[in-house]
């Protein structure tokens, strides 16, 4: 679908205002890879520094994400979120990734604090080592779709769920 197709089902072109608010929001993102074939996606916590950069922390030296983040030269994140069908925002991002020195991590401590970290990767960051990467902003692009497209007609007044009217007035 085009972009004019997109626009007359309600979907709508985000500002980087909003796509900045998406990232401030969400702590969650896809990063694709470069790989043979195929691109390799990870889904990854984050932190943003509220202007041009991501920050990715990585447990673990061996790793596939971090052979490959090691030699990108460009790679790309989709951040998203669903609240439902209707009510979505996505923002696709470009750029370069590149390890931060250790030396520079205690001045992104509050950047990282507000990415999400289950409770497995806190316990595995402890033990094993870790690596922070940093994915510079080149382009962005973003979506978002707020409500019923146009022409989509539900009837819900008086507690009517669209659903239908079996059973209605039996007493069961």
Do not use: C
């Amino acid at each position: 679908m085009t972009i004019d197709q997109l626009e007359g089902l309600g979907v709508v072109e985000l500002e980087d205002a909003a796509i900045d608010r998406l990232l401030e929001n969400r702590r969650v993102a896809v990063l694709a890879l470069p790989d043979e074939g195929a691109p390799y996606p990870v889904a990854l916590s984050f932190g943003f520094d509220g202007d041009s950069e991501l920050y990715f922390t990585y447990v673990g030296t061996d790793g596939r994400k971090r052979r490959l983040s090691d030699r990108a030269e460009a790679a790309s994140v989709l951040v998203y979120g669903a609240e439902t069908s209707f009510t979505w925002e996505s923002a696709h991002l470009t750029g370069t990734l590149r390890a931060v020195p250790e030396s520079r991590w205690d001045e992104l401590a509050e950047v990282l604090e507000g990415a999400w970290r289950p409770e497995l990767f806190a316990r595995a960051a402890d033990s094993l080592e870790v690596a922070v990467y940093a994915f510079e902003i080149e382009t962005r692009s973003g979506f978002r779709h707020a409500g019923l497209p146009a022409g989509f007609d539900v009837d819900v007044r008086d507690g009517d769920d669209g659903v239908g009217d079996e059973g209605e007035g039996s007493e069961n």
